[in-house]
Nanobody, 125 residues
Framework: VQLQASGGGLVQAGGSLRLSCAGSRRTFSTYVMAWFRQAPGKERAFVAGISRSGGVKHYADSVKGRFTISRDNAKNTVYLEMNSLKPEDTAVYYC???????????????????WGQGTQVTVSS
């Protein structure tokens, strides 16, 4: 599975961005998808994940109420709508697929086998 993330950029605090991640395979709908982020000097961290049908979503506590993950399986695309952005949201954002057979949304990087190239999000204060 090849993943192409896009939509990052520079935004002021309080602003919004929408990230997209397009997958290359017709079996996109069979994968649990997630977004992670990595700030300079920090480990890659879970941001949000979504089940195969989109019915189950999990978020990191730091983004609950501000970020929304969604997917369009017909377009092989997963989205991350980010509102009320803060400077601490600055990071490279990665999308990833969980190659496992289950439909649980997991939050460890070790559970995700395919990664996009990342897109930079910078929030200025």
């Amino acid at each position: 599975v090849q993943l192409q993330a896009s939509g990052g950029g520079l935004v002021q605090a309080g602003g919004s961005l929408r990230l997209s991640c397009a997958g290359s395979r017709r079996t996109f709908s069979t994968y649990v998808m997630a977004w992670f982020r990595q700030a300079p000097g920090k480990e890659r961290a879970f941001v949000a994940g979504i089940s195969r049908s989109g019915g189950v979503k999990h978020y990191a506590d730091s983004v609950k109420g501000r970020f929304t993950i969604s997917r369009d399986n017909a377009k092989n695309t997963v989205y991350l709508e980010m509102n009320s952005l803060k400077p601490e949201d600055t990071a490279v954002y990665y999308c990833a697929t969980d190659p496992g057979l289950g439909d649980s949304v997991r939050s460890s990087t070790y559970d995700y086998g395919y990664w996009g190239q990342g897109t930079q999000v910078t929030v200025s204060s």
